[in-house]
C-alpha cells in the first residue's frame, strides 16, 4: 500500500512560480514510477508529466514543456513538480499517482493517487 500526499499548491500572479511535492509512504516508492496530472474544473484529468523509477527517464505534456520540471529524491521519497512561467490555463488541482511504468501512468491507471492541492493563476 502506498499513500501520496501533495503540497506546495497556492494562488499566484501568471508569469510565476510554484513547486509542489508528493511525499509517498512505503517501502516501494523507489521501484515506482511517478507522475503529476491536473484536473481544472468542467475538463477531463489531464497527464503533465511522469519521472521513471530511477529518475533517468521524463515525459511532459506537450503544454508544459520547457515551463515544468518533475524530479524526484528517493531516499525522501518525495517526487517534484517545478513549474515556471505560469498561466491561468494552469489553474487546476495537481494530483500525484504512482505505477509500474511511465506507460502505464500515461494511460491513466496508476495504481495509487493521491487528493491533490489546488494551484490558481491570476491574470
Known amino acids: 500500500q502506498v499513500q501520496l500526499v501533495e503540497s506546495g499548491g497556492g494562488l499566484v500572479q501568471a508569469g510565476g512560480s510554484l513547486r509542489l511535492s508528493c511525499a509517498a509512504s512505503?517501502?516501494?516508492?523507489?521501484?515506482?514510477?511517478m507522475g503529476w496530472f491536473r484536473q481544472a474544473p468542467g475538463k477531463e484529468r489531464e497527464f503533465v508529466a511522469t519521472i521513471s523509477s530511477n529518475g533517468g527517464t521524463t515525459h511532459y505534456g506537450d503544454y508544459v514543456k520547457g515551463r515544468f520540471t518533475i524530479s524526484r529524491d528517493n531516499a525522501k521519497n518525495t517526487v517534484y513538480l517545478q513549474m515556471n512561467n505560469l498561466t491561468p490555463e494552469d489553474t487546476a488541482v495537481y494530483s500525484c499517482a504512482a505505477g509500474s511504468t511511465t506507460l502505464v501512468l500515461r494511460l491513466g491507471r496508476g495504481s495509487y493517487w493521491g487528493q491533490g492541492t489546488q494551484v490558481t493563476v491570476s491574470s
Open positions: 512505503g517501502r516501494t516508492f523507489s521501484s515506482s514510477a
